[in-house]
Each structure stands twice: as structure tokens, then as C-alpha cells.
């Protein structure tokens, strides 16, 4: 059965919008814990425009499941995670400007980079995962580079609106479940991924792990909205 492991890097994003010590995304992730989760993502930025350095190192403390680390294949990143020692690293591609990561990291591009990082980060123990578009030959590559799973870019699949593009999409998705097993990869899943469109993933089974933010965040946010407000109408009410 696949597990599920929570990103919590929007609730760092709500707050640093403040600049303050709220949402503390250790709390949610402990949370997460406590209602299933069976992993905890975070993607440490080179711009750090939400997850913090010392969100990672109290993570690594206080992780029960295990922690996941996302990161570019950066001389910086791979040091800082061979001191933190996450249970697993997913290197991820990361440009300055984007929303968030947009496809997945092109291995066959970059091998000679990947390869090395991917090296030392096994070296220091930790398990190495590559983001990858579902795509046959990045997927041979990251075998290739020594990564012991691959994590298989939804986002194409969640974008697609018409039901024949979406049906394309999928059909990428299994064949790259099959290639990267039969390779004896371990297979994650994540992004875009939400509460209609998770069912027919979940459905071509093989795959060990989802990695879910935005839409666990979203809706965090408006099924605790009615409790938030309650608790502070009665505070204002002098309760
Ligand atoms: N997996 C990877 C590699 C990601 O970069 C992200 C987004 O940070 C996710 C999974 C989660 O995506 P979403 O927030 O859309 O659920």
C-alpha cells in the first residue's frame, strides 16, 4: 500500500509572509504525523523563500516518520544535507523565478553533476532520489547515475484538462512506473496532485510513496477556518 508523506513548505510560506514564527511548520509536520503521514517533505531553496535552515535541522530532530529533503544538486545543498542527514534526498531542479518546481530535473543533461552529487550524498548514507518527468530515457539515466529511486513528475498529468491528454499523461506514468521498477528503482509520485486526481495514480499501483503539499495546505486551511474563527469570536465575546 502506498504511503503518503506531506510537504509542508507552503505553511513556511504563510509564514514568512509575516516574517514571524508562525505557522511553524516543525508543529505541522508533527501534526501531519499524528493524522498518518508517513513522511515529511520539505524543499529547502537556494532563496529560502520559505523552508529555513533551522526548519530543516529541528525537522531532523523531531521527524518521527522519516524526512525527506528537496534540494537542488548544488555544492551547497548536498553539504548542508550531509551535516542535517535527511532519510532521503530528491534532487529537483530550481530556477530563481518559478512558482515552484516546474518538470522534472533533466539527469541525462546534467549526468556528470547528478552522478557526483548523487555519489556523495549515498557516501554520507543518505538515500537519493531523482525528480524525474515520466520519461524513459531520464529514467534509465537516473539508474545510471546511481539513484536509488526516482519521485515521477505528476504535474503534467494534473495540468491536462481534456480527458484524452489526461488518459495520455497516465499512460506515461504507468509505462514509467514498470521501467524504473523493472530497473529495481523505487518509485515516489508528486506534484499537482490533489484530492479529485489522485485516485487513478493511486490505481496503476507500484508506486511507494506520494509526495502532496498544496492541496493538503489548501485545504488545512479552510477545513480549520470554522474551529480558528470559533475560538476567537469567543475570545472577543470575553470567553
Ligand atoms: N514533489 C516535488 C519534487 C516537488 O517539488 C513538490 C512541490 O514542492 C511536490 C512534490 C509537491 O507538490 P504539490 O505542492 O503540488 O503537492
Known amino acids: 500500500m502506498a504511503k503518503l508523506g506531506v510537504n509542508v513548505d507552503h505553511v513556511a510560506t ?55 529533503l528537496e534540494m537542488a544538486a548544488t555544492d551547497e545543498m548536498v553539504a548542508i544535507a550531509l551535516k542535517i542527514l535527511p532519510d532521503m534526498v530528491t534532487l529537483v531542479p530550481e530556477k530563481r523565478e518559478e512558482l515552484t518546481t516546474e518538470g522534472g530535473l533533466d539527469v541525462c543533461m546534467n549526468r556528470h553533476l547528478v552522478q557526483k552529487q548523487t555519489g556523495l550524498l549515498r557516501q554520507g548514507g543518505i538515500v537519493v532520489s531523482l525528480f ?80 502532496i503539499g498544496h492541496s493538503i495546505v489548501s485545504r488545512a486551511v479552510l477545513v480549520g477556518m470554522e474551529r480558528a474563527v470559533r475560538e476567537m469570536v469567543a475570545l472577543v465575546k470575553g470567553g
Open 132 to 211: 524525474v518527468d515520466p520519461d524513459l530515457e531520464q529514467i534509465k539515466m537516473a539508474h545510471r547515475v546511481g539513484a536509488q529511486y526516482i519521485e515521477i513528475h505528476t504535474g503534467t498529468y494534473c495540468e491536462a484538462r481534456l480527458t484524452e491528454g489526461r488518459q495520455k499523461e497516465l499512460q506515461k506514468i504507468e509505462q514509467a512506473i514498470r521501467a524504473a521498477r523493472k530497473l529495481g528503482l523505487g518509485v515516489n509520485a508528486g506534484h499537482g496532485l490533489d484530492y479529485l486526481n489522485i485516485r487513478e495514480v493511486v490505481a496503476l499501483g507500484g508506486i511507494e510513496e506520494f509526495n
Open 14 to 68: 504563510v509564514r514568512q509572509a509575516r516574517g514571524t514564527v508562525e505557522p511553524d511548520p516543525v508543529m505541522a509536520a508533527a501534526l501531519a504525523e499524528l493524522a498518518g503521514a508517513e513522511g515529511i517533505t520539505v524543499h529547502l531553496r537556494e532563496d529560502r523563500r520559505h523552508i529555513q535552515d533551522r526548519d530543516v535541522e529541528v525537522l531532523r530532530k523531531t521527524v518521527k516518520t522519516r524526512l525527506n
